[in-house]
C-alpha cells in the first residue's frame, strides 16, 4: 500500500455529512455593516456628550442663582459686606490659607534661625544665630563623654575574650580551622 493510499484511507469527508438542527453561518459579514455600526456608535457618543455637557451647564446656571452667601453680616463688618470664611463658619475652624501660614511659619522661623533673643528669661536660655552656632561648634568641638574603660576578659583564667577567637577549641565551631588534623 502506498503512502497516498493510507492518506486517503484516514480522510475523513464531511462535505456531505448534514445533521438535523446543526448548522453554521456561511456568509461573512461585510464592510457595509462594520462601517454603519462605526457611525451609529459615533453619532451615540456625540449625542451623550452633548445632553451630560447641557445638563451641566444648566445645573450650574441653576444653581448660581440659589446660592445664599450669608443670612446677615458678621459681627465687625459693615453692612452689605460679604463675610470672609473665617467669620461664616462655626469654631474650630479648618486652616484657611496653608501657604499664607506656611510662608508665615518660614519667616518666623528664619528670624528666630538669624537673630538673638530669649527662649526662657528667667533661666537665662537664649537662643544665637545659626551661623554664629556652627563657629562656636566648629572651635571648640562637641562635647563628649569621657570613655568608659572596659578591663579586657582575657587576662583572666578561664575566661574568654569574646569575638577574639583566642580560646576556641579547633573544629569546635566559630570559623576557626583546625591546625592538626
Not at 38 to 59: E, K, M, Q
Not at 71 to 81: C, D, E, K, S
Not at 120 to 129: N, R, S
Not at 155 to 177: C, K, M, Y
Request: with cysteine; charged share 20%; aromatic share 6%.
Amino acid at each position: 500500500m502506498s503512502n497516498q493510499d493510507r492518506h486517503d484511507e484516514h480522510e475523513l469527508h464531511l462535505e456531505g455529512t448534514h445533521h438535523h438542527g446543526v448548522a453554521y453561518e456561511d456568509r461573512d459579514l461585510g464592510a457595509r455593516g462594520i462601517i454603519v455600526f462605526l457611525v451609529v456608535l459615533g453619532v451615540s457618543g456625540l449625542a451623550l456628550c452633548l445632553i451630560v455637557w447641557g445638563y451641566f451647564d444648566w445645573h450650574a446656571q441653576h444653581m448660581r442663582g440659589n446660592v445664599p452667601i450669608a443670612q446677615a453680616p458678621a459681627v465687625g463688618t459693615p453692612n452689605g459686606a460679604i463675610p470672609g470664611p473665617t467669620e461664616r463658619f462655626p469654631k474650630p475652624s479648618l486652616q484657611v490659607d496653608d501657604v499664607a501660614d506656611m510662608h508665615e511659619y518660614r519667616e518666623t522661623a528664619t528670624a528666630q534661625l538669624n537673630s538673638y533673643g530669649y527662649i526662657d528669661k528667667k533661666a537665662g536660655v537664649v537662643h544665637i544665630p545659626i551661623g554664629v552656632a556652627m563657629d562656636i561648634v566648629a572651635k571648640q568641638g562637641l562635647p563628649t563623654r569621657p570613655q568608659a574603660v572596659v578591663p579586657s576578659a582575657a587576662n583572666e583564667p578561664g575566661v574568654a575574650d569574646f569575638g577574639s577567637g583566642a580560646d576556641t577549641v579547633a573544629g569546635a565551631g566559630g570559623g576557626v580551622r583546625p591546625e592538626n588534623n
